[in-house]
T-cell receptor, first 107, second 115 residues
């Protein structure tokens, strides 16, 4: 089967750096995606890693280690608007999402 | 705005009833995916259609069915509704069939409340 584990909640203050980890178990792994969802809104795509290493997109970076079945999303220079849920997702026969990490950023 | 549209935004119905949720993908996208999001289960993949054909199936109940029409819009039919079916239902679309290297664009969702 397929499963993903990520922390349920993370808290941080504005300007800080936060890392959200994701470990996965799946067959037919193609890559690891990250999505952001603000409360009640639609999930939006943040990043995708197919190969090992770090991908940087502005304040957000994502890392993948295929040998460790592990990845993380790194959020830098946190802003209040980054308060949201963050989902890792792996693609086997379909895109399977983790249960999400709720990030709360305070001032 | 992702370009994916879903109707209705909200739906309130009673147990035992049947409802239909509608989704129009982004222009040019051939794949449509349906997801259910409830508080305790996160985003659960239900089913994928590609160019009118069922492509992948997830944890979709037998009471639920979907189809994709020639104009590529899709409908999710939920029947014999139970209280536990109350959830946010998202539709997403992508260009191709495999999805593993493709971004999925999500619609705003339909919030279903079964009383």
């Amino acid at each position: 089967g397929q499963s993903l584990e990520q922390p349920s909640e993370v808290t941080a203050v504005e300007g800080a750096i936060v890392q959200i980890n994701c470990t996965y178990q799946t067959s037919g792994f193609y890559g690891l995606s990250w999505y952001q969802q603000h409360d009640g809104g639609a999930p939006t795509f943040l990043s995708y890693n197919a190969l090992d290493g770090l991908e940087e997109t502005g304040r957000f970076s994502s890392f993948l280690s295929r040998s460790d079945s592990y990845g993380y999303l790194l959020l830098q220079e946190l802003q209040m608007k980054d308060s949201a849920s963050y989902f890792c997702a792996v693609k086997g026969t379909a895109l399977i999402f983790g249960k999400g990490t709720t990030l709360s950023v305070s001032s | 705005d992702s370009g994916v549209t879903q109707t209705p935004k909200h739906l309130i119905t009673a147990t035992g009833q049947r409802v239909t949720l509608r989704c129009s993908p982004r222009s040019g996208d051939l794949s449509v995916y349906w997801y259910q999001q409830s508080l305790d289960q996160g985003l659960q993949f239900l089913i994928q259609y590609y160019n009118g054909e069922e492509r992948a199936k997830g944890n979709i109940l037998e009471r639920f069915s979907a189809q994709q029409f020639p104009d590529l819009h899709s409908e999710l039919n939920l029947s014999s509704l139970e209280l536990g079916d109350s959830a946010l239902y998202f539709c997403a679309s992508s260009v191709g069939a495999s999805g593993h290297q493709e971004t999925q664009y999500f619609g705003p969702g339909t919030r279903l409340l079964v009383l």
